[in-house]
Structures are given as C-alpha cells and as structure tokens.
C-alpha cells in the first residue's frame, strides 16, 4: 500500500526532523515527520508563499488549508499575533506536530484540527495554501470549493500552485467558478494565485 501525505493515518514510523524557518529575519525551527508533505525541508512553494504572499491582516480569522507539519501557520501566527490562526489537515500526524510546533513556538492563536471538526459556520478572513495538487482535479476542485465558499465577503485566498502542475489551468477553473483570480506573484516557477469573490454590481 503506498503511503501519500494526504492518508489520514501514515503507517510509516514517524522519524523525527527538524526544519528551519526564518519568520521576518525571526529563524524557528520545526519538528516535522516522516508521512507529512515536505517531511525533510521547507519546500519551494511553501517559501515562495511565505515570502511574497499577502501579508495577513492583525486580528480575524486566518485558515491554513493543508497545514502539514505547521510551517504556514506559525508563521501567519508570529505575523500577526491578535488573529486566530486555523490550521486544518486530514493527516493526524501532521495535525500531532503542527500542535506540538505551535506549543514549542508560544504560538496560543493557532487552532489544530480535522477539517470536519471545525464550526461549519466559521468565516475566514484569509486562507493561505499551498494545495495538494497530486490528490486529482476532481478531488482538488471540490476542496477548494468548499473553502472558498467559507470566506467572509471581502475575504481573500492566496494559494500556491507550481506552473507545471497546472497554476495556470487552476487559475482559468477558479474564473469559471465565479471567483475573481489574479496571480500576485510568479517565482522560481510557481504562481501565486490570489482569489476574491467577484464585485457585484
């Protein structure tokens, strides 16, 4: 049975390592595992997200869509320290360290949890991810549609998506959608889409 970052219980044992991240010249390390995405370093689209993104807003309801071991989070939490920052997987492991990071990092505004176990009726006022593109079109399409619908009416996405796995065919699909998509940034061969509910009127 071959083993993805997207199984919701990794059969691997968890071998331990640690990633740096550097927060606004702040450098953290992380513990991450095998069985999550990136286990062994910050990968490229992740960094791109981090470092040319949007910043967040101070205070609101932020969502780390795909957490992983953390790295999204944390940062969006060191960054702005008065919003709560949401951070959802289908991966138990991933949310185990995304917990523990979060609690060696003095970082009380993140929230750990299953993507089922959060109030239906929470609105974000951001979403960042880098989505797991290698779970399908269809299975990608629905997840995005399903958060997307959950931001609040002047609420923004900012998703990273490498150009040769279809940042560009996503970007079209989101349009068809009715979402307002722009790409923010196109770095070291990955865009940055950033999604917004179209004007009305």
């Not at 071998?15 to 513990?31: M, Y």
């Not at 593109?133 to 923004?156: F, M, P, S």
Request: with cysteine.
């Amino acid at each position: 049975m071959s083993e993805h970052y997207f199984s919701s219980r990794p059969h691997s044992a968890p071998e331990a390592r640690r990633v740096r991240l550097v927060v606004d010249g702040r450098a953290v390390e992380l513990t991450s595992a095998s069985g999550v995405f990136s286990a062994d370093h910050l990968d490229r689209g992740t960094r791109v997200l981090l470092e040319h993104a949007a910043r967040p807003p101070a205070t609101g309801r932020l969502l780390d869509l795909g957490c992983g071991y953390g790295p999204i989070a944390c940062a969006l939490a060191i960054r702005a320290p008065g919003a709560v920052v949401h951070a959802v997987d289908v991966n138990e492991r991933a949310l185990e360290l995304t917990t523990a990071n979060a609690a060696e990092l003095g970082l009380p505004n993140v929230q750990v949890g299953r993507p089922d176990e959060l109030d239906a009726g929470l609105r974000f006022d951001r979403i960042y991810s880098n989505p797991p593109i290698r779970v399908g079109k269809a299975a990608l399409h629905a997840l995005l549609a399903t958060w997307l619908d959950r931001l609040t009416e002047d609420g923004a996405a900012h998703l990273v998506v490498q150009r040769n796995l279809g940042s560009d065919s996503l970007q079209r699909w989101l349009r068809d959608q009715g979402w307002s998509a722009t790409r923010a940034a196109s770095i070291q061969g990955f865009r940055i889409l950033d999604v917004r509910r179209e004007a009305s009127g």
